[in-house]
């Protein structure tokens, strides 16, 4: 290299960490200490420089933050270390109820080293509590101490990149502090890929949302409900120069996998964030207790709308690390933490008119309309009242002043209606006596709260039934959602779900906002669908009150030995009421459920029509990997053949799924209910009535450790 580029080499270097020290000032400290044309001046003279340049160019450069193609859309990764949910609590009593089963876990796991009893192990118990920032998780990984990707949570195991899009956020570093050496792994395997891995939250200030929200709402675009829903929505831009526009800020708050030893603390651990250059939000607090806990929830709770973030909440963790690894994790979150939200907000609104939905069983669900109102967090215009029995109970009519509850800060319910502010003019609803979407008369059945429409070939109750049959845990046809099923039903391509396997290229592709490569995808997932395990078959076509646990049931008393759906009809037919009713799990009314439906001549031409379309019975082994070289392939261990399990409480190694997959597959069988031919009740944490129930009738419980013996 000569003297000349070498000296420009050496310019750049210079630009690049000055400009970066700016920018750490400002973003991370927010102490500016320069004018920002100072800093935009040195970012021109860097980006010049690197066009002039372009062997010296580097993708960590200040320039690359707002770089790059916008891409078509984002790739799914998998995430290094899996990512977790949080248990939340509402309440104070719930927080000690966790301290207290945290306490006996510890007791009961870390031996004598921590103290053994209770009493000793409370007095060990120390607490680090963070402000729970409403925003959208990320993930940051760092190779040589350089960004190397970002990603979202996703469902925890797989995310999605937004390495372009987090980028541009000016607090994440895209080069670290200190130098980082060979790994130390803690909550997951980190494979060699990383040198570390930390965890934060993107999040979008309530200035910049006001700004947004006045442009959007101006261009006649939908407004974001709060600073979360925007955050994620300026993630999720496939361009990244639109989520620069959008000035986003992040909070770090955990390290995952880290090349070099882990801090003994999580007070240690945010301060050593802090020292890589990560922005850290300074409101955590070391608390020796939990009345000290609450003591900084109750003035967070006070103080959080002061904020230029959104706040929902308090997080809680134990801030030993030891004690933290001997608690680990449930199967959905770490037992070591604990989110303590803010009290579910309320509000007040107008009941401005009462409609109905109608489901795919036929029921009419009566819903509120109401004047949109922020509860929460978010805009609520619409609350379900659930049913004629619940509209009596609140004695609610359309005008009412009503009373909002987000119930876990999610799903909104009328609580209270506010009669003294009556005006008179107030309208009495009544469920109607005809279906609102067919015409045929309506029917309430004794003993039931719901209303049903009497007409089975109803549109909604079709739209409905094809939407569940399409569902993941139904056939599992990627592709077809809700509007794309309205839309075929709408078109008239499709009458019920056994149309779908009839559909043409030529059927797809003239619709409206569908391409020759949408409907090929399409077409592919119907294909993929068309060979099909017998339970989930049955829970696809919806028969009334056939969960999917009911329909494993099904399928091991229907014993189809053929894969001709033509055989299953036969099956069924040779069952009798009495025989059904006595299915243990199934039950009196369940049964006359699944005998009334294989009796139904419709129902037996839909089947004739799905087999015909080219659906046919596999069996998870028709599907599985070729066993290794000199294994045998096919064949499976039966050592459960007959064993009936009841699963209550959660189970820190697996999830309930995943056991009950892994009982299935060494031939035993799952119960809801506990009953004297239940072979054994596995007992996780926090086991409920079941429980109970199981020494009560002497039935053999069993905890994790014992349950996963028996499946080796």
């Given amino acids: 290299m000569n003297k000349a580029n070498l000296n420009i080499k050496n310019r750049i270097a210079k630009l690049r960490k000055q400009i970066d020290e700016m920018r750490y000032q400002y973003h991370v400290l927010d102490k500016p200490d320069v004018d920002d044309t100072v800093y935009d001046s040195l970012t021109r003279e860097l980006r010049e420089l690197e066009t002039q340049y372009p062997e010296f160019k580097s993708l960590t450069s200040p320039t690359q933050r707002i770089g790059g193609q916008a891409i078509a859309k984002f790739q799914k990764v998998r995430h290094q270390v899996r990512q977790w949910s949080l248990q939340d609590a509402f309440s104070f009593a719930e927080v000690k109820d966790w301290e207290e089963k945290i306490q006996r876990i510890l007791s009961a796991r870390g031996g004598p080293a921590l103290g053994g009893d209770k009493e000793?192990?409370?007095?060990?118990?120390?607490?680090?509590?963070?402000?729970?920032?409403?925003?959208?998780?990320?993930?940051?990984?760092?190779?040589?101490?350089?960004?190397?990707?970002?990603?979202?949570?996703?469902?925890?195991?797989?995310?999605?990149?937004?390495?372009?899009?987090?980028?541009?956020?000016?607090?994440v570093p895209l080069v670290l502090t200190p130098p980082l050496t060979p790994p130390l792994i803690r909550g997951g395997e980190l494979k060699g890929r990383g040198d570390i891995t930390v965890v934060g939250e993107a999040w979008l200030n309530k200035e910049h949302l006001a700004k947004i929200n006045a442009e959007r709402k101006k261009a006649g675009e939908p407004e974001f409900a709060n600073s979360r829903n925007a955050a994620a929505g300026s993630i999720r831009q496939l361009d990244p120069k639109i989520t620069a526009e959008r000035k986003l800020d992040s909070f770090v708050y955990d390290l995952d996998a880290i090349n070099g030893e882990f801090p003994e603390t999580q007070i240690e651990e945010?301060?050593?964030?802090?020292?890589?250059?990560?922005?850290?939000?300074?409101?955590?607090?070391?608390?020796?207790?939990?009345?000290?806990?609450?003591?900084?929830?109750?003035?967070?709770?006070?103080?959080?709308?002061?904020?230029n973030y959104g706040i929902d909440g308090l997080v809680i963790k134990v801030n030993s690390k030891k004690l933290q690894d001997i608690l680990g994790y449930t199967g959905k979150a770490p037992r070591w933490a604990i989110a303590y939200k803010f009290a579910p907000e309320k509000a007040t609104t107008i009941v401005e008119d009462i409609t109905v939905q109608v489901g795919r069983t036929g029921a009419l669900t009566p819903v509120a309309h109401l004047r949109p109102v922020q509860v929460a967090g978010s805009t609520v215009s619409r609350a379900t009242l659930h049913n004629e029995d619940e509209i009596a109970r609140l004695g609610i009519k359309i005008g009412d002043t009503v009373v909002i509850h987000k119930a876990g800060d999610i799903i909104p319910e009328v609580v209270e209606v506010l009669k003294k502010l009556r005006a008179g003019k107030e309208k009495k609803f009544t469920m109607p006596k005809e279906c609102p979407i067919c015409g045929s008369l309506v029917e309430r059945r004794a003993g039931e709260a719901a209303t049903y429409c009497t007409n089975k070939k109803c549109f909604a109750q079709e739209l409905e039934r094809i939407i569940h049959f399409v569902s993941k845990k139904g056939m599992n046809i990627e592709g077809l959602g809700d509007k794309i099923v309205e839309q075929l039903l709408n078109e008239g391509l499709i009458k019920d779900a056994a149309d779908i396997y009839y559909l043409k290229q030529g059927d797809l592709e003239p619709l409206e906002r569908f391409a020759e490569k949408k409907a090929q995808n399409i077409l592919e997932s119907i294909e993929r669908s068309r060979s099909v395990e017998l339970p989930k078959l049955l829970y696809a076509l919806g028969i009334r009150h056939v969960g999917e646990e009911t329909a494993v049931l099904l399928s091991k008393k229907l014993e189809v030995r053929s894969k001709k759906l033509s055989n299953l009809t036969t099956e069924a037919q040779k069952i009798t009421l009495e025989d059904w009713q006595s299915v243990e799990g199934i039950g009196e009314i369940v049964g006359q459920s699944i005998y009334d439906w294989f009796r139904d001549k419709n129902n037996f031409d839909l089947l004739k029509r799905l087999e015909d379309g080219g659906v046919v019975l596999s069996k998870k082994s028709d599907h599985a990997r070729p066993a290794a070289a000199g294994g045998r392939a096919g064949v499976r261990s039966k050592k459960l053949q007959g064993k009936i399990f009841v699963l209550t409480g959660s189970l820190a190694g697996l999830t309930r799924d995943e056991a009950k997959d892994k009982i299935r597959a060494l031939g035993g069988d799952i119960s809801s209910s506990v009953s004297k031919n239940t072979d054994y009740v596995v007992a996780g944490e926090e086991p409920g009535s079941k429980y109970e129930k199981a020494k009560k009738l002497g039935v053999k419980i069993i905890g994790e450790e014992e349950f996963l013996k028996l499946l080796e």
């Fill in 270 to 307: 945010l301060k050593f964030l802090e020292k890589l250059g990560f922005k850290v939000n300074k409101e955590y607090r070391h608390c020796q207790n939990l009345d000290e806990a609450q003591k900084m929830h109750d003035e967070w709770a006070k103080k959080k709308d002061k904020q």
């Fill in 120 to 171: 000793k192990m409370a007095d060990k118990l120390d607490y680090c509590c963070e402000i729970k920032i409403d925003g959208l998780k990320i993930i940051l990984t760092y190779v040589k101490g350089e960004f190397i990707q970002a990603a979202t949570r996703g469902d925890g195991v797989i995310g999605e990149n937004v390495t372009a899009q987090i980028k541009t956020i000016q607090s």
